[in-house]
Structures are given as C-alpha cells and as structure tokens.
C-alpha cells in the first residue's frame, strides 16, 4: 500500500530511531550516476545502517565501490570512493569517439543518437560480434575497477555484497558474495554481449546480470537481517507512447526485458504479504521472509527522457546532472516516506499483482 505524505516531514527525518536497511541497485551504464547521487544521501543519514547490497552492473559497480570505501573510512570514505569512480570513468570517456554533436552540446540534448561515432557502432554491433572486433577484449573498465577497489578488503566490511551475472550456458542468475567478488565478477555483471566478450568465470562464461535479476532481490530478503529494501531503479517501468525506430524498439525491449525478473520478485513479495493477510501466521520461515519485506523505491521521472545513446555519455557534466537528481529524489523520498521506513512499504506492489491477476 503506498502511504501518504506527512504534516512535518522534517521532523521525521531528523528524529528517527536507527534503522537497518538493504539497498537493490540496478544496472544501466552511465545513468548509474543517478544511483550514486542516491547513495551520497543514504550515507549523510546518521540512522540508517546500510546492512547488505545487491546490484547488477552499474549497480555491481556502485555497490563495490561504496563498501570499499566504507570499509576504509566509513559513510565519508564512501562518498568519496564513489566520486573519485565516476570521475575515472568520466576521465576515461574523453577518449571516447562517442561524443555529443556541437548542435546537441548548444541544445543542452545529453543523447548521443547523433553521435557520427555512435551511429557507426550502432550498425557496425548488429553485424558483427565482440569476438571479431575486439579479439584481445579490451575493457576500459577493469583498469577503472582496480585502480578504484581493494577487492581483498570487500571480505572483512560489515555490509553484505551480492552481484548477479548471468550464466550463457545456462541463462540461470549467479550470485557472487563479499568472499568471491573480483574484478572478473564485478565485469561479467556488466558484460553486454554485443559490446564485450563472455566473460568466463570457473569454466563458466558469463553476461550482464541483467538478463536474469536487474536487481535480483532474492538474496537480501534471505539473508539479511533488515526487512527494509531501498531499491534504486534506473530503467523505467512504465514508457509513454509506442517506439517506431529500430533504437527506441530495441530501447524498449531491453528496459521490458531488464525489469522482468525484478518484476517476478516483487510480485512474489505482494503474493506472501497477501497470503499472510488472508489465512495469518503458520507458514514457513522462508515465506515469512517475502511477506516480512518492506520495499522502497527511489526513481526519476527525467530518466525516461533519456535514451538508450546516452548510457554510453560519461561526459562529467552529465554525470553531475544525473548524481543531483539522484540526490534531490532520495531528499524528496525523505521528506515524504522518513516515517513510513521499518513500519511498511511505500512502493505499491498490490497493483502489480492485480495487473497480473486481471490478465487472467
């Protein structure tokens, strides 16, 4: 049930009792910088513990970077963890032939569909795969990731990890925990199979964790003590209008695609709290799990303005534009829901139940 807002919003943020919290973050290129903006104020709030993290490729990548500098000097150490990532990775991106247009700089358009580079890549991936254009399979990526984690240390933090790639063979989720998360891991989260090689992992060759769990959120809700999931969503659920173009299709049905399995759980989530309602206590343990769960979910009505080119846009402007509103919908978030946190969801998952039962 989605709650209402509150006479004195600020009161409830600045007078709350401590409160363990998971955060699910997925996963989409340079829009993850939304998801650090969103991070930076879960970590300026003294009463929320940060108690586990789950995240598919950018989410992964946000995620290793937080507990990483958590674990080397606490909420601070996190937030600057995390700017001096996004920074490497705008750094990176300035040698990147995927640049905005003049006409786009002046238009303030963040897309990069006009992008002479961009179009050529578009066209260039639909023919031919990373194995012959990229035989070494370089990945600008792995030297940002090692430069940026001490993956050693993620083994000792507090904060529970789990990344999710997806098995090619099997196309099944695979969890990688605090103990096994290594550069391969956190890669194959966000390995793109038209852009990177599969990347193998004990024999296994591996894709975006996307495919299988964008986040997956089952892990948190078995193994984590807190009952309330923060979920950072970065691909829109519901798009105005019907795509026409060969980008915004292939757009939407990667965004359908991504959120499917995210959608399963939540649905799963809405059937054990219903369950539980209707026939009361008496289940199993594990489903008092699903039904104990309490989601949130922080997201942008400007990220559906953005397309699918501009994921690719690591420009550090644009980054800084996606971190603020990451910031201001995590504020507003605050000032609506700061009381509603450790007592009930405030994201609706009844309807996504009823739009499944009416279907049928």
Known sequence: MVTQHHDDPKASVANHD????????????????????????????????????????????????LVHGYTLGGPEGAKLALEQFWRRVSDKARYSPFQRTPVDVMMGNWSLDNSPAYIFYDLFSRLFSPYQTNPTNFDPLRTILE????????????IKLFVTATNVRTGLPRVFRNANISVEAVLASACLPLVHQAVEIDGDPYWDGGFSGNPLLTPVIRESKARDILLVQINPIERPGVPKTASEILNRLNEISFNSSLKKELRGIA??????????????????????ARVHRIASPRMVELGVSSKLNAEWEFLRMLREEGRKCMELFLKDHAADLGKR????????????????
Do not use: C
């Not at 998801?35 to 970590?43: I, K, N, P, Q, S």
């Not at 026939?279 to 039904?291: C, F, K, T």
């Not at 405030?346 to 039962?357: G, M, R």
């Open 18 to 65: 401590p409160l363990s919290i998971d955060l699910a973050l997925q996963g989409g290129g340079a829009h993850g910088a939304f998801t650090w903006g969103v991070l930076e104020r879960v970590l300026e709030i003294p009463w929320l513990k940060i108690e586990s993290i789950t995240g598919t490729s950018a989410g992964a990548m946000n995620a290793v970077v």
């Open 147 to 158: 430069e940026s984690i001490n993956f050693e240390g993620l083994k000792q933090s507090p």
């Open 271 to 292: 059937m054990f709290q219903r369950l539980f309602v209707d026939e009361g206590p008496g289940h199993a343990a594990w489903a008092e799990q699903w039904a104990d």
């Open 345 to 360: 969801s405030t994201f609706d998952l009844d309807s996504l139940l009823d739009t499944v039962l009416e279907q049928i």
